[in-house]
């Protein structure tokens, strides 16, 4: 079994800066694909960040600029730093990997996704 556990959201004033961690644990035996999604009240989830086991990374272009990206892969974790939050920024942010499990076998990777931690960005 694999969990996805995410910390860090929270309720901030506009302007103000997050930092979410995410940490995947059990049976992985690689992790390729780690990135963020959000999604608020009555709109699709979306991806915010995305970065790969080599470190480059994709942002959508809302969060360019703003927000950073990163991982350690010895501990399967994966930050998002936020910064000049703005209450668009709003939602519950989702920790989401994809990996092998157990073994390395092309094309039998899976995807987990975190529990989502809520982030409110007040203006």
């Known amino acids: 079994q694999v969990l996805l556990v995410e910390s860090g959201g929270g309720l901030v004033q506009a302007g103000g800066f997050l930092r979410l961690s995410c940490a995947a644990s059990g049976n992985i035996y690689s992790i390729n694909t780690m990135a963020w999604y959000r999604q608020a009240p009555g709109k699709q989830r979306e991806l915010v960040a995305s970065?790969?086991?080599?470190?480059?990374?994709n942002y959508a272009d809302s969060v360019k600029g703003r927000f950073t990206i990163s991982r350690d892969n010895a501990r399967s974790t994966v930050l998002l730093q936020m910064n000049s939050l703005k209450p668009e920024d709003s939602g519950v942010y989702y920790c989401?990997?994809?990996?092998?499990?157990?073994?390395?076998?092309?094309?039998?990777?899976?995807?987990?996704w975190g529990q989502g931690t809520q982030v409110t960005v007040s203006s």
């Open positions: 970065i790969t086991f080599r470190g480059s990374t």
């Open positions: 989401n990997a994809d990996l092998y499990v157990g073994s390395y076998l092309p094309g039998d990777e899976h995807i987990y």
